[in-house]
C-alpha cells in the first residue's frame, strides 16, 4: 500500500513548521497511519524520499513508539491504559470486556467487522480520570464496562450509542 498524492503533498509540508526536519516524521508517520491504517514499508520508503531523511531513521521511529503499527490494526484501534491508577480502578476488567465484546482473544487481533482491535498500553497522562483510553485521537474517561459498550455501539454507527455516550459521558474530550 503506497501513500496518495494528497497525504504526500501534506508530508511535504511539514518540515517548515519544526526546527530540525528530523521532528517532522512523527507527524509524518501519523499521516500515513490515518491514510491507511497501519505503516507499510512502501509508506515508510515515501515518507523518507519526501522528507529527504534516512530510511533507517523513519523505520526507527516507527518500531520504537507503539502508537505505530507495522500490521493491520482495526478501524478503531483502542488504546487502554493500564498503568497504576488505572489498573486501580479496573483497567483488566474492561480491557477483558472489550475482547469479549468485540469477538477478540488477543491483543492486537482485529475483530471480524474490521472496525476494532484493542492493546493495553502504559499511562496516557489522565490518571485523574481512570480507568481510560484512546481511540481515533479521542481520549475517553471514568470508563465502566457500560459506558464501553455505549463507546462500541457509537462505533458501529448506532446513533442512540452517540446520543446516549452524550448524557452519559459529558467529559470525553479531544487531546
Ligand atoms: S495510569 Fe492511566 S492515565 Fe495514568
Redesign the pocket.
Known sequence: MTLSDHTLKEIRELPPKYPHIRSAVMPALDLVQEELGMLTQEAMTQVAQALQVDPGYVEGVATFYSLFHLEPVGKHHLYV???????LRG?EELLTHIKESIGVSEYGQVSADGLFSVEPVE?????E????LRADHRFHYDLTPAKIDTLLKEWRGDREGKKARKEAHPRAGSH
Open positions: 491504559c493500564n498503568n497504576l491508577s488505572c489498573q483497567a499511562c496516557l497522562g489522565a490518571c480520570y481512570a480507568p481510560m
